[in-house]
C-alpha cells in the first residue's frame, strides 16, 4: 500500500487520488446540494485503508489530480464543505455510537448485579435450583458480554473514531493535469 502515497517537501504524507470530474467523488444516488451530499464509497474507503498504514504524529494531505480542462476554485470550495460536512456527520455518528455502547454496558451491570442479587437471596433458602443456576449463568453471560464491550468494541469504536478525525483534520488539495 505504500505506493499509494508520498512525502512532501514539508513533510507531510499526501495521497493523491485520480478523478476525472469533479462528480466522481459523490455518491451516485445522493442528489442534494454538493456541500451536503455523501462522499462516493470507493474513495472514502480508499483513503481509510491508506490512512491506517501512516503514522498517527504525521501531517496529511488529500490531494485530488484532476484533468486540467475542468478547474474549478468553485467546485473546489464545494468539494472541501462538502468533505468537512461528510466527516463531521461521520464524527458525530461514532461518537453517539460510543455512547449508546456505554449506555448498554450500564444496563448490562445493572441486570448482571440484580441477576447476583436475586442468586444470593435464593441461595440462602432452599427453593429451587434450577432458577438459582439460571440466575448465575444470566449474570456470568452479561458479565462476560460487558468484559467484551470494554475490552474489544470500544477499542474497535475508538480506532475508527480517531480515524476519521485523522481523515477530518486532513488538508485537501488539487492538482491539475494535461
Known amino acids: 500500500m505504500k505506493d499509494y502515497y508520498i512525502r512532501s517537501k514539508e513533510g507531510r504524507y ?4 485520480k478523478i476525472q470530474t469533479y462528480e ?3 455518491d451516485d444516488l445522493d442528489f442534494r446540494p454538493k456541500e451536503y451530499r455523501k462522499l462516493n464509497t470507493d474513495i472514502h474507503d480508499f483513503i481509510k485503508e491508506v490512512y491506517e498504514e501512516i503514522p498517527w504524529n504525521e501531517e496529511l494531505e488529500i490531494n485530488f489530480v484532476l484533468p486540467q480542462i475542468i478547474k474549478s476554485e468553485k467546485e473546489e470550495e464545494k468539494i472541501k464543505k462538502a468533505f468537512e460536512n461528510y466527516y463531521e456527520r461521520k464524527i458525530t ?11 448498554r454496558i450500564l444496563k448490562y451491570l445493572a441486570i448482571a448485579a440484580a441477576a447476583l442479587v436475586l442468586w444470593v437471596l435464593l441461595s440462602k433458602t432452599n427453593e429451587t435450583k434450577i432458577i438459582q ?3 448465575n449463568i444470566v449474570a456470568t453471560v452479561l458479565l ?9 468494541e470500544s ?10 478525525e485523522k481523515i477530518y483534520s486532513s488538508k485537501i488539495s488539487f492538482s491539475y493535469v494535461q
Open 144 to 152: 462476560w458480554q460487558v468484559v467484551s464491550m470494554i475490552f474489544v
Open 155 to 164: 477499542s474497535t469504536l475508538k480506532l475508527s473514531k480517531d480515524i476519521t
Open 93 to 103: 455518528f461514532k461518537k453517539r455510537k460510543t455512547k449508546a455502547a456505554g449506555i
Open 14 to 17: 499526501i495521497i493523491p487520488i
Open 24 to 26: 466522481k467523488l459523490y
Open 133 to 135: 443456576e439460571l440466575l
